[in-house]
């Protein structure tokens, strides 16, 4: 190492050691850019760790997402299926594409941080956005529709759906998540990677939201169990599913 090198390391220790200007740098609108650039952000570790399992674990299947908004869940799931080389993996991406639905039933009671249209996105800037960003789309099955209309028999009649390696349930509101699970249920295998988004949304209150319509639908289906796999971000868990 030259000693010009050495010189500038130790000025920039020098000047690190002092914590008020650390911190202010770790803290600040510049070093926030820096991290978006070049770090992952915590839903795209999330997928990778899940890619990684089910690859890790010999795990076939699909990838299906509900939810699926501006594309940024399959974009990133895409990537690291490309690149751990699991080319037989399809992609199904349901959206109402029109954001949420009105907010009814137990989640309307008390403090909801969601609103009626919030992440509405047209099919159509969904498809260029994730061919922009590398996508392809020949390879993304995307089905709109209100999920309590289109997630029904006639629906996986029409899909060529083998068994899930990972699904991500993306629609935050317990009666949005009921015909998704129900929806899944005959998708899902021994090592099924299960991710909630917004698992820790309505204060993380356990009787609201996804957490509720999960605890349920496990109760009505005792042949499944379910290991706790991973949280992330500030609202996100997931889950490994075992069946007998």
Not at 2 to 13: A, P
Not at 123 to 142: E, P
Not at 151 to 157: G, M, S, V
Not at 216 to 244: C, M, Q, V
Request: aromatic share 14%.
């Amino acid at each position: 190492m030259g000693g010009f090198t050495t010189r500038l390391i130790s000025l920039l220790r020098l000047i690190f050691d002092f914590p008020a200007f650390r911190y202010s740098l770790r803290y600040s609108d510049a070093f926030s850019m820096l991290q978006e650039a070049f770090v992952l952000a915590p839903g795209e570790r999330m997928m990778k760790m899940a890619v990684g399992f089910v690859v890790g674990n010999n795990i076939r299947g699909d990838y299906l997402e509900f939810g699926v908004s501006g594309g940024q869940g399959i974009t990133s799931v895409f990537h690291f299926a490309q690149r751990y080389n699991l080319k037989s993996m399809r992609f199904y991406g349901f959206d109402s594409f029109q954001g949420l639905p009105e907010i009814t039933g137990v989640d309307a009671n008390g403090y909801c941080p969601f609103s009626k249209g919030q992440y509405a996105c047209d099919v159509n800037t969904f498809k260029k956005g994730i061919s922009r960003n590398g996508v392809d789309i020949n390879r993304v099955a995307i089905i709109p529709g209100w999920f309590g209309e289109v997630l029904n028999e006639e629906t996986k009649k029409t899909l060529p759906i083998r068994k899930a390696a990972i699904i991500v349930v993306d629609c935050d509101l317990y009666e949005s998540s009921i015909p998704v699970l129900n929806f899944i249920t005959d998708y899902v295998q021994d090592g099924t990677v299960l991710i909630f988004d917004d698992w820790f949304a309505f204060r993380g209150n356990p009787n609201r939201g996804e957490q509720r319509a999960f605890r349920e639908w496990l109760r009505n289906n005792p042949d499944i169990k379910a290991t706790e796999f991973h949280k992330y971000g500030h609202g996100g868990n997931s889950f490994i599913l075992h069946r007998n």
